[in-house]
């Protein structure tokens, strides 16, 4: 099986063309593949398949074997892939995944703005539980010796923002833990720990639902630069600062929609010969 391993922000990936491995159960083998010690090592394996309608089908496989429905770093990857590759004409692509289409746009720079569409606010539709039709701000959570709110947004996969005094002060793996697995969140949820530094600057911590601590989450980022603006924490356009980098979100108010700008890089290509 021949692959690409791409990072963006140090959110790892393996990138490969289901055509040119058939048959290969991705899901089934994602654990091993990622596997930092006996495979190929990465937070996903990520597929990527021209349709004959045009565009591009993503599918994301996590470390854990899970499949989420989105992965914003993946989608820059991917975009940047494409377009090396020369898969398709142009530096536009539309990428379809389980949660809808997303636009990733490779820049003259080679860095990649991505239309992640619109957030989510609902709690019917991210899902959180409580009265359906209404916003998730001020969920109340409970960890180890602390009380705590969290802010909830979907970008396909659902999000829940703390936004903490000092970001030096949070238990990121006990805490994370904790909060993805509460029973508020049905589907689970992905835990960013937000401390707003000016209206135009954040420092963000994630735990990644199915991944763990990770160095990077792109969603994640739209999430945390929706939920600063609607508690007027924030501008709608926020510069984010992530354990492996930095990512600018806009979140735009002539169509309400998200926009991320940020890095990917290949790494490696190899050709994967190992059992699972």
């Avoid at 091993?32 to 394996?45: K, N, Q, S, T, Y």
């Avoid at 720079?109 to 019917?124: A, C, F, I, Y």
Wanted: hydrophobic share 35%; with cysteine.
């Amino acid at each position: 099986m021949k692959f690409s391993k791409w990072q963006g922000l140090g959110n790892d990936f393996i990138i490969v063309e289901p055509a040119s491995a058939p048959g290969f159960d991705f899901k089934a083998a994602s654990r091993h593949l990622c596997d930092r010690h006996f495979g190929i090592g990465a937070d996903g394996v990520v597929t990527v398949r021209k349709l004959e309608t045009g565009g591009f089908e993503m599918r994301i496989y996590n470390a854990d074997g899970t499949e989420p429905e989105m992965c914003g770093n993946a989608t820059r990857c991917v975009g940047l892939y494409i377009h090396r590759r020369k898969l398709a004409p142009g530096n536009s692509f539309e990428l379809h995944t389980l949660a809808g289409t997303v636009r990733p746009c490779v820049l003259e720079n080679q860095s990649v703005r991505v239309d992640m569409g619109l957030p989510r606010l609902l709690r019917k539709d991210i899902p959180v539980s409580g009265v359906p039709d209404s916003p998730a701000q001020g969920v109340k959570l409970e960890v180890p010796g602390r009380a705590l709110d969290g802010v909830c947004v979907s970008m396909g996969n659902p999000h829940c923002v703390i936004f903490v005094p000092d970001i030096k002060s949070i238990e990121l793996e006990k805490w994370g833990r904790a909060i993805e697995t509460d029973p508020q969140f049905p589907a689970g949820t992905n835990v960013e720990f937000v401390e707003v530094i000016s209206p135009q600057l954040v420092r963000m911590r994630v735990w990644e639902r199915g991944c763990g601590v990770t160095l990077a989450c792109g969603t994640g980022s739209c999430a945390t630069g929706v939920a600063g603006f609607i508690t007027g924490r924030t501008s709608r356009h926020v510069s984010v600062l992530l354990d492996g980098g930095e990512l600018e979100i806009e979140y735009s108010e002539t169509d309400g929609r998200v926009y991320m700008t940020g890095p990917a890089q290949e790494v490696f290509n190899g050709e994967y010969i190992g059992k699972f």
